[in-house]
């Protein structure tokens, strides 16, 4: 079986994710705790960033999911190829130039002041 690329096995954790599985929620909470690893949780669920992750956590993360349900990955690997299509679209953004007048100014001064009452 060939290696399945870091870009890949992110996109196939937040597929598992999406699912909305408490038990995918709690093997990533168990990683977490596990690897003490940042991250940020509200009502909305788990923040972490899969990018910024070693390649070992990021495996841990992977096989932890995928050996959960013994799904074969073949399936959400021809979604990845499909969106990595769309993806190599370069956009090219134009700075706005902003347009201040003298009263802009002087607010824009008076805010980096100190006021104290």
């Known amino acids: 079986m060939e290696e399945i690329s870091k870009d890949n096995k992110i ?4 597929k598992y994710l999406n699912k909305n599985d408490n038990k995918y929620y709690t093997i990533l909470s168990n990683v977490i705790e596990t690897y003490n690893l940042e991250h940020s949780t509200n009502m909305n669920g788990i923040f972490l ?24 990955t073949e399936i959400i690997q021809k ?16 700075k706005d130039k902003l347009t201040l007048d003298k009263f802009d100014k002087f607010l ?9 009452i």
């Open 11 to 14: 996109f196939i954790i937040q």
């Open 79 to 94: 979604d990845t190829k499909q969106t990595k299509q769309v993806t190599k679209e370069i956009i090219k953004y134009e």
């Open 49 to 72: 960033n899969l990018t910024m992750l070693d390649e070992e956590i990021l495996n841990d993360i992977y096989f932890r999911f995928t050996n959960s349900e013994n799904i074969v």
């Open 108 to 116: 824009l001064q008076q805010s980096r002041s100190n006021i104290s």
